[in-house]
């Protein structure tokens, strides 16, 4: 192979000021390029540093929302002795309709929709849903759909409200689709403040709310209850409810506090839930349900060459996560997600409790895997790799950590004797 070098020499005409700075820009390139071999040997050992560095992190991440058990080796035996490792599959369309493209998995994608549906109070005749590649697909999905189903019945487009402390998706989702977007103060908790959301409502406009189930830093579910009685109190022209429930979508149902996200008793439109969070996997993925009618209440442009309308916002879509996804149900029980819930809970009130006994400022919302507290040294916090956030009504600089399966509690008893002896540093005297 012939392999330009950085000792290549390129020739510069003098023509001018602009064949110079083409020439220069030439070289420079050529410099670059020399830095790497493209089509060549792959480069293990760069390779299995990295993974090694992963692997390494892994132990120590504490502060964001991942199910490190993973578990696939399996599936991926399967695949590869299967030979779909040499195949692309696309799941393009309406999984609940045949399409024009047969390599895809929409059969494995619709008993995974079909599973989970009930647990979110969807009858089977109602519910329509797809994997998405995350929460904010889902909550993308969620806001577009809102959208339609409310302009088909008013003829307008709606307001769109959602607590300051959801999760930032939304106000890019809202910003994206030009959406008149409503931010409402939340308590101290990162609960929606629902009197300052019935002071913010417009009764002569369709309302698209989306309600938290789990706010990003601080755990909180929105109040549904409150947030209905101002809807009747104060009903504007129409309404959508759409739960973002990327966070604590997962294991609510499985937990004793699932009438949170039961529709027949909170009477949402669509949820959003990721998959990478609480089930565990490789890579972003997640699931987006709502209702045959909301969906009838689309306006998708039909494919001819698919056979159907397209009524995703996404159109080649990802055939793997639905198998992953379906291959996990598989795997596991009913008990066994409902016993993964409930010891992620517990370890969030034993967590909380160590630092409770300390005397360590923190604070932790009901049903939550998040505790947040006040936040500690620099190095505690790239140790455990925890996040970050800011609220003056608690005294400021704040980190939180979220309880997932992955982690023991020698691991949370670690973290919470560090942040012990952290206080204990911070109230030591100064040396003379």
């Known amino acids: ?14 023509k001018g000021i602009k064949m110079k700075k083409t020439a220069i820009l030439i070289l420079i390139s050529l410099v670059v390029s020399a830095s790497f071999v493209w089509g060549g040997d792959v480069p293990m050992d760069r390779l299995n540093a990295f993974s090694k560095k992963i692997l390494d992190l892994r132990e120590h991440v504490m502060g964001y929302p991942i199910n490190q058990n993973v578990d696939l080796k399996e599936f991926y035996e399967w695949y ?49 849903g797809i994997v998405t590649s995350s ?5 993308d999905h969620g806001v577009y759909f809102g959208v339609k189903y409310l302009l088909a019945k008013t ?9 300051e402390d959801a999760h930032y998706s939304i106000k890019k989702i809202g910003d994206l689709q030009n959406l008149e977007l409503k931010l409402i103060p939340s308590d101290v908790m990162g609960h929606m403040d629902v009197a300052k959301f019935e002071a913010a409502l417009e009764t002569n406009k369709p309302a698209l709310i989306v309600i938290a189930i789990g706010t990003t830093f601080k755990g909180a579910v929105d109040d549904q209850k409150g947030i209905d009685e ?34 027949k008793l909170m009477h949402f439109d669509s949820i959003a839930v990721s998959g990478h969070k609480f089930f565990g996997f490789d890579e972003p993925c ?23 309308a397209v009524p995703t ?30 010891d992620i809970l517990a370890n969030a009130t034993f967590f909380k409790a160590q630092l409770d006994e ?14 947040f507290f006040k936040r500690p040294s620099q190095a505690v916090m790239e140790r455990y790799d925890l996040a970050m956030e800011e609220d003056p009504r608690l005294g400021g600089l704040l980190a939180h950590m979220i309880v997932m399966q992955n982690e023991s509690r020698e691991e949370i008893e670690d973290l919470a004797a560090s942040l012990k002896a952290d206080m204990a540093k911070d109230k030591a005297p100064a040396k003379p």
């Open 80 to 128: 590869v002795q299967s030979g779909l490792h040499n195949t692309s599959m696309n799941n393009v369309g309406n999984p609940r309709k045949s399409s024009a493209l047969l390599m895809n998995t929409h059969e494995f994608e619709n008993e995974v929709i079909n599973f989970f549906a009930p647990l979110y109070g969807f009858t089977p005749e109602e519910a329509w």
């Open 313 to 342: 916002i996404t159109c080649s879509r990802s055939a793997l996560s639905p198998l992953k996804f379906w291959w996990k149900l598989q795997r596991h029980s009913m008990a066994d997600f409902q016993q993964q819930a409930a």
């Open 135 to 139: 929460g904010t697909d889902g909550n």
């Open 230 to 263: 101002v809807l009747q109190r104060k009903p504007p022209l129409a309404v959508y409810r759409h739960l973002d429930g990327a966070l604590f979508g997962g294991y609510l149902p499985f937990s004793e506090h699932k009438e949170v996200i039961d529709r």
């Open 358 to 371: 300390a005397g360590y400022p923190a604070w932790r919302n009901p049903n939550s895997n998040t505790v």
């Open 1 to 14: 192979m012939n392999r330009c070098t950085a000792n290549t020499k390129v020739s510069i005409p003098h």
């Open 286 to 308: 997640g699931f987006f349900i709502t209702t045959q009618d909301v969906l009838d209440r689309q306006n998708p442009f039909r494919v001819p060459y698919l056979n159907d």
């Open 155 to 163: 003829q307008m487009r709606p307001v769109l409200y959602v607590s």
